[in-house]
């Protein structure tokens, strides 16, 4: 069902000012817009049977020739975020371990330099054999010169501030998702409210947009915020 007289906007969605042709990128163009000297850092969001996505993220100033690039006119540098890696993989289905997880992520940030590595609260506290999946996460990606793993806030109303906290980037025209990351750019407008919960909450559900959701929350409200 949509939205009445909004013909575009799916009731029930969260973030109706997500429109992806907006906010998605191409590659090429990143690559002129983007700099090493800024912060990099990396999200994950922790799962077995569900999904485990990691994405990869950078901030800095826009200058207004680069703003062309976006098909935007500044006067001034604007500070932007760009998502602009991604992988998603359910370590189940695929048969892999946390371990084997970290080694991918590892091999592509090859060469950069990352300030953070944002991993969901929970895989420091399930434990597999006698490690947790944090710490199996972290003795591999020490070997890439990639820094530990640190856990998501879950402190309580973290979740609605994050949320909130998404919707202003994305209304001060401030993230950008790279064509790289479809998961990303299909997830957020398919994010819904709970009602049960006056709307200032996203519905939980068993899909991967819940789990890429959660992600991008807080790998971007850890950092930013």
């Known amino acids: 069902a949509l939205l009445p007289g ?5 009731e029930g969605q969260y973030f109706t000012n997500f429109e992806p042709k907006e906010r998605k990128v191409h590659p090429a163009v990143l ?6 000297w800024w912060n990099h850092w990396v999200s994950q969001d922790w799962g077995f049977k569900h999904h485990t996505p990691v994405h990869w993220h950078c901030v800095g100033n826009v200058l207004p020739e680069h703003a062309k690039l976006l098909k935007r006119e500044w006067d001034t540098p604007k500070q932007c975020v760009f998502t602009y890696r991604e992988k998603i993989v359910s370590l189940s289905d695929a048969g892999m371990s946390e371990a084997q997880l970290a080694h991918e992520v590892g091999r592509l940030s090859a060469g950069q330099k990352l300030s953070r590595h944002i991993l969901s609260a ?11 999946p944090a710490s199996m ?11 530990g793993p640190t856990p998501s806030n879950m402190a309580p109303g973290s979740r609605v501030v994050g949320w909130r906290f998404m919707y202003q980037l994305i209304q001060e025209d401030r993230w950008f998702i790279s064509e790289m990351c479809p998961e990303a750019l299909a997830a957020i407008p398919a994010l819904e409210y709970d009602s049960d919960k006056g709307g200032e909450d996203i519905l939980k559900t068993d899909h991967v947009y819940d789990d890429v959701g959660d992600e991008l929350r807080y790998g971007l ?3 930013l915020d």
């Open 31 to 36: 690559s002129q817009i983007m700099q090493p």
């Open 6 to 10: 909004a013909w575009s906007v799916p």
């Open 137 to 147: 996460i972290a003795e591999v990606t020490k070997q890439y010169g990639l820094p």
């Open 122 to 132: 929970d895989a420091f506290g399930e434990k597999t054999s006698q490690k947790t």
């Open 221 to 223: 409200t850890d950092m």
